[in-house]
């Protein structure tokens, strides 16, 4: 057996069939809507509106499918106003852990499958260093990625690098005529930062080498080979670097994923023509630029999507445009996402429009601006240095692992230094990543690494804490040679706790189908903190290795065991390292 129903599944069909006994007919489809429950396992509230479509009083109605349902095996109360509570057997509870054990991947159904997903993430800008922003876009997208995989969807990764661009210019000709200015090798990001503003406060001041300048952007759209071989280097340097980032944020992007957007300078024209020749693009004061219906600005003039501008460059918006005919005529999308800051969703809502009219994104096919907040200092504005400048990337993850590191010296332990520093480099960065994470996508957030890094609350720590928790009593168990293989006898008591426990262990596919579908990964985040939390219930209220009875002993062992494997793979699909001792 490989997929395995979850209960709350069952419970749900079961309800479904009782009520299509009870009800007619045309009434036979009512949603159950079942729901754990405080006062049982699951509460189901769909007999009420049924019963008001009879006329009939809710209560009466709610016995009769309670009968039913206790006939196929539900222990069920109806309640005065109409609500089933319904409580699993015992075995039924016992025999899911059994089953999810003996499953490949915790036996989760990929709900996926058949689709292909482009996740466009991560998408920094060459010869500029990698900021907060990015890192909200590399983290998110990368966990999407992680989770649709995760249920069967092909995920091809997009990572569209700003490599193209009229800068490109202005910055060449600085390199040129300062060669004593060195930017390659180690520290090479910074370094072309500082040379990047230095050439943008020359163009401003200086008139002769904004046209020196202008001319560069000429040579290099027309193929010069000197000003190219140095645009070749700028690129291969930048993505060096952002990939030493991603190695270390255990991000799944590659050099193969990037597909910056000067692959697809060749097709602009041609998208701009046929734009002009359907009359979605048209001449606005020298620029070629397309409207959309209802899109005005705070003037009340509709605001334009300019696809060439008055100098007769092409831009952002016409690149949109023809990386997204290619990701569905070549990469034969079925669902296309941008993991992309907030502050492009006009951008983004105006190129899918404009997509559609032109017939390159077909109505089958979806197009989503998946937005997030802006991250914060502490004093609640734009996350920047003392100075005002953006904060580095790897500055952050460095002090972010610093903090780790003296938080979990302060805790005993017996690891060795080598040890010692790979799971405070584990923590430290899943630190980062869970904060940003678990907070609602679309909203702002501080960056606080003491919050990040607490032992303590909803942070990653925590939850590699209770994951290495799990493993050091199954390595106890082991140690003292308890048999790690003897069955889940299904007709052993279940502790509430355990109840509890085994109940939300059952759930991680819905969770995961539940972040596919919104696109919220802080669910999965929120997810896991439950399971910690029902766990650490369960540890308290019933002895494992200590059980007075081997049955007992081993039931317990085996809600070890998958709560060790729920969390891993929770974790896993995060982008999170989960240590097997802390
Ligand atoms: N490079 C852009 C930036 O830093 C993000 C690109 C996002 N992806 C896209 N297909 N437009 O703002």
């Given at each position: 057996?490989s ?15 009782a009520?299509s006994?009870?009800?007619p007919?045309?009434l036979a489809?009512t ?10 396992d ?15 009083p809710?209560?009466s ?16 109360l109806?309640s ?12 039924t509870?016992w ?33 500029k ?5 990015h890192?909200?876009s590399?983290i ?7 989770v649709?995989?995760?249920?069967g ?7 569209h690098?700003?490599?193209?661009g009229?800068?490109f210019?202005?910055?060449i000709q ?9 930017w ?13 503003r ?12 904004a ?5 560069r ?8 080979a ?5 645009w070749?280097e700028?690129v ?9 980032v991603?190695?270390?944020?255990g991000i799944l ?5 990037a ?5 697809y300078?060749a097709d602009?024209p041609?998208?701009?023509d046929?734009?002009?020749a359907r ?6 004061g ?5 409207f959309?219906?209802g ?13 060439r ?5 092409f ?24 993991v ?5 969703a ?8 404009v997509?559609?009219r032109?017939?390159?994104l077909?109505?089958n096919?979806?197009?989503?601006h998946?937005?997030?907040?802006t ?8 996350f920047?240095?003392?100075?005002g400048?953006?904060v580095?990337?790897?500055?952050l993850?460095?002090?972010?692992v ?13 690891l ?5 520093e ?22 702002d ?17 925590y ?5 290495a ?15 790690a ?7 052993l ?6 109840r509890?426990?085994?109940?939300t262990l059952d759930?991680l ?9 919104t ?12 399971l ?14 200590r ?9 317990r062992?085996?809600?070890?065991e998958l ?20």
């Amino acid at each position: 057996m490989s997929h395995v129903v979850a209960i709350q599944d069952q419970v749900e069909a079961a309800v479904q069939a009782a009520l299509s006994q009870v009800l007619p007919a045309e009434l036979a489809g009512t949603d159950p809507v079942v729901r754990r429950s405080d006062r049982a396992d699951y509460q189901s509230n769909g007999v009420l509106p049924a019963a008001k479509n009879l006329g009939l009083p809710a209560a009466s109605v709610a016995i009769d499918v309670a009968k039913e349902l206790i006939e196929s095996g539900l222990p069920t109360l109806g309640s005065g106003p109409g609500f089933l509570n319904i409580t699993v057997p015992a075995p039924t509870v016992w025999r899911q852990v059994a089953a999810r054990l003996a499953a490949k991947d915790l036996g989760i159904t990929p709900t996926r499958h058949g689709e292909r997903t482009v996740i466009d993430y991560s998408a920094p800008n060459v010869a500029k260093e990698m900021h907060v922003g990015h890192l909200r876009s590399t983290i998110i997208g990368d966990t999407l990625a992680r989770v649709l995989t995760h249920l069967g969807a092909t995920v091809v990764r997009q990572n569209h690098v700003g490599d193209w661009g009229t800068q490109f210019g202005m910055l060449i000709q600085f390199i040129d005529e300062h060669p004593e200015q060195t930017w390659q090798g180690e520290a090479s990001m910074s370094a072309l930062d500082a040379l990047y503003r230095a050439a943008r406060a020359e163009f401003d001041k200086d008139p002769d080498f904004a046209d020196r300048s202008r001319a560069r952007v000429v040579a290099l759209q027309s193929g010069d080979a000197a000003t190219l071989a140095t645009w070749r280097e700028l690129v291969a340097e930048s993505e060096a670097a952002f990939q030493a980032v991603y190695d270390r944020l255990g991000i799944l992007l590659t050099l193969d994923d990037a597909d910056g957007e000067s692959r697809y300078n060749a097709d602009l024209p041609g998208v701009v023509d046929e734009l002009v020749a359907r009359g979605i693009a048209v001449d606005s004061g020298g620029a070629l630029c397309a409207f959309t219906d209802g899109v005005v600005g705070p003037d009340g003039d509709p605001v334009p999507l300019i696809v060439r501008k008055k100098d007769g460059g092409f831009g952002y918006a016409a690149t949109d445009l023809a990386t997204l005919r290619l990701r569905v005529d070549e990469y034969r999308a079925t669902r296309i996402l941008y993991v992309v800051d907030a502050r492009q969703a006009l951008h983004f809502r105006m190129v899918f429009d404009v997509a559609r009219r032109a017939g390159w994104l077909p109505d089958n096919v979806d197009a989503t601006h998946v937005p997030f907040g802006t991250v914060l200092g502490a004093d609640g504005k734009p996350f920047k240095t003392r100075d005002g400048g953006t904060v580095r990337l790897t500055d952050l993850l460095d002090q972010a692992v610093a903090r780790a590191r003296a938080e979990l010296a302060k805790k005993d332990h017996d690891l060795s230094p080598e040890e010692f520093e790979h799971i405070a480099q584990a923590a430290g960065i899943g630190a980062v990543k869970y904060a940003d994470l678990s907070n609602t996508r679309t909203k702002d957030y501080v960056f606080d690494v003491d919050r990040m890094v607490a032992l303590n609350g909803n942070t990653g720590v925590y939850l590699q804490y209770a994951h290495a928790r799990v493993r050091s009593i199954l390595r106890k168990a082991a140690d003292v040679g308890i048999p790690a293989d003897r069955p889940v006898d299904p007709d052993l008591p279940l502790h509430p706790a355990e109840r509890a426990l085994a109940l939300t262990l059952d759930e991680l596919a819905a969770t995961l189908d539940d972040v596919a579908g919104t696109l919220e990964p802080h669910r999965l985040c929120g997810y896991l903190f439950g399971l910690a939390r029902a766990y650490t219930e369960f540890y308290e209220q019933c002895p494992v290795l200590r059980a007075d009875d081997d049955g007992v002993r081993a039931n317990r062992l085996a809600l070890c065991e998958l709560t060790g494997r729920t969390l891993a793979t929770g974790l896993d699909l995060l982008g999170i390292v989960a240590p097997d001792r802390m």
